[in-house]
């Protein structure tokens, strides 16, 4: 499985979200034997102003639709920034095989940086990779606040 072309697929997703003024967040999930991406989202909470409009949970929910079931088995998830405590129970919910990540979240993340989720004992623990494009998946979210803050900051000053 090559991790790198379904992450480049979850930033171009992710840019669909910055687009529509969303935190880039894109997420994509992968039938691990075939390859075939069975589930897609990205963030939506501000536009869809719901609290549960994560990338994750959108690809997720994606999934489990395509695929007729709750369970995700022999699958993998490749989501741009470290899944949150909300994504990373959905994960373990979901039952998904591995767990593909970009940038690290040290304010929210829960599978590395502020917490370790699935080191704890649930009743399932997927696989982890991190930092699978990490630079890129990084600067995504960088240039995306840096150009807020300067929108921020022309309004303030009109």
Avoid at 82 to 94: F, R, Y
Wanted: charged content about 25%; overall charge neutral; aromatic content about 8%.
């Amino acid at each position: 499985m090559d991790a790198e072309v379904y992450m480049r697929r979850a930033m171009e997703l992710a840019a669909q979200a910055a687009a529509i003024g969303e935190v880039p967040v894109g997420a994509v999930i992968v039938r691990r034997g075939s390859g075939e991406i069975v589930g897609e989202g990205y963030n939506r909470r501000e536009i869809d102003k719901r609290a549960l409009a994560h990338a994750e949970l959108a690809a997720i929910d994606d999934a489990c639709r395509r695929l007729g079931g709750w369970r995700l088995p022999d699958c993998a998830i490749f989501v741009t920034l470290e899944p949150c405590p909300m994504c990373s129970g959905a994960i373990i919910q979901a039952r998904i095989d591995e767990v593909y990540f970009g940038a690290s979240d040290p304010k929210s993340g829960a599978v590395v940086s502020v917490q370790q989720m699935f080191e704890l004992p649930y009743n399932y623990k997927p696989f982890v990779h991190a930092g699978v494009l990490r630079e890129e998946c990084s600067e995504q979210l960088s240039a995306f606040f840096r150009e807020l803050r300067v929108k921020k900051k022309q309004k303030q000053s009109q």
